[in-house]
């Protein structure tokens, strides 16, 4: 039984760390932090927890996370980037769901994260969790980045056609993140009467997972792809749907198309190709750890179009967080992440 601790737990997706954690067989959560509550019970807060977890909030001291295997930090970004060096040389492994060690250059991440980077020695040492490209470096890992939310959704539906050279590299990625996204915290922008019963574009001049999604196809192209990233803020709690356009290069044909996304993905336990002619709902991954991509391609044109969903808070940050540590741990990846989507 290896034992886990979660710092920052108090937002939303610390606390679908814990949902998750404590079914999960082969761990234990034996700390979860937050300064300003520490000494108050994690069910008082939130009580979906009670009859599941004994614990109470305890400050995020070092010394006693050292105690643990791995560190999960839900934690704002700037956070994990203090703490990460101590817990590592104590032989802990950490799982960083921010954007700390995301981004490989260090420049780039303080001119979009707005502070310097604590420990840019770790960065290139950082292995991105996205296990259906980095499975292999994930498993021989210490410290991993957790993708982003919106780069899951984007990046895995994009994966197949920028492997094979498919597409021209100037791409748009059209997304739409439920309020969950944005984080538990008191904002205007936040209540519902603000959020609900409209729809908007956000960060269209620049948003933080613009490079980090750049990043990696750029990477996978071997060469740099021009990305147009404009994410939404929709009207409910959670999920991410991104529809995403790229021009095909000559002679491409949708079936085989669709035929080599089923092969890129036959073996992934958490990404489903949907049947041709399909629409993803979000509320079909809701509350589970999966990505369900579908192609199209309108009017037999050159452009293809590709939509992908998930839910924000599971394969786009907890639940991936998990997948990440079953395969740092060496446990059957799946372990603690099977269970279907919501409905209704």
Same mark, same amino acid.
């Given at each position: ?28 959560v034996?700390?979860?932090t ?13 009580p ?44 802990v ?39 259906e ?26 994966? /197949?056609?920028?492997?094979?050279? *498919? @597409?021209? =590299?100037?791409? $748009?990625?059209?997304?739409?993140? %439920? #309020?969950? +996204? ?115 391609q /309108?009017?037999?044109?050159?452009? *293809? @179009?590709? =939509?992908?969903? $998930?839910d924000?808070?599971?394969? %786009? #940050?907890? +639940? ?25």
């Open positions: 039984m290896k034992k886990v601790a979660v710092v920052g737990a108090t937002g939303y997706t610390g606390v679908e760390l814990l949902r998750l954690l404590v079914n999960h067989p082969h761990v234990q034996s700390h979860v937050s300064r300003e509550n520490a000494g108050t019970r994690v069910d008082a807060m939130f979906n927890l009670r009859g599941f977890l004994d614990l109470d909030f305890s400050a995020p001291e070092v010394e006693q996370l050292a105690e643990s295997d791995l560190v999960f930090f839900a934690t704002p970004n700037g956070v994990a980037m203090r703490s990460a060096p101590a817990l590592l040389a104590a032989g492994k950490v799982i960083d769901l921010a954007a700390d060690f995301r981004i490989k250059d260090i420049s780039l991440w303080e001119k979009w994260y707005d502070m310097q980077h604590a420990c840019p020695e770790l960065v290139e040492e950082a292995v991105y969790g996205l296990p490209l980095n499975r292999a470096a994930v498993a021989g890992a210490r410290l991993v980045a957790n993708p982003g939310c919106y780069p899951t959704a984007v990046t895995l539906g994009l994966v /197949p056609l920028i492997e094979q050279g *498919l @597409v021209d =590299l100037d791409i $748009i990625a059209d997304t739409k993140s %439920g #309020a969950s +996204g944005a984080g538990r915290k008191a904002a205007v922008a936040h209540l519902l009467c603000e959020s609900g019963d409209t729809f908007k574009a956000y960060g269209v001049s620049g948003h933080r997972h613009q490079p980090e999604i750049a990043q990696t196809l750029s990477k996978l192209a071997d060469k740099p792809v021009g990305l147009t990233f404009v994410p939404h803020l929709l009207p409910m709690i959670r999920g991410i749907h991104a529809t995403l356009y790229a021009d095909l290069k000559e002679g491409q044909d949708l079936a085989a198309i669709q035929s080599l996304y089923e092969q890129r993905y036959q073996h992934e336990p958490f990404v489903d190709v949907m049947p041709k002619g399909s629409h993803p709902e979000t509320r079909s991954v809701r509350g589970a750890n999966i990505c369900r991509i579908a192609i199209h /309108p009017q037999g044109g050159k452009r *293809l @179009v590709v =939509l992908s969903v $998930i924000n808070l599971v394969k %786009g #940050a907890a +639940g991936q967080a998990i997948q990440n540590m079953n395969i740092m741990f060496g446990f059957s990846e799946s372990t603690g992440l099977q269970s279907p989507g919501l409905l209704p």
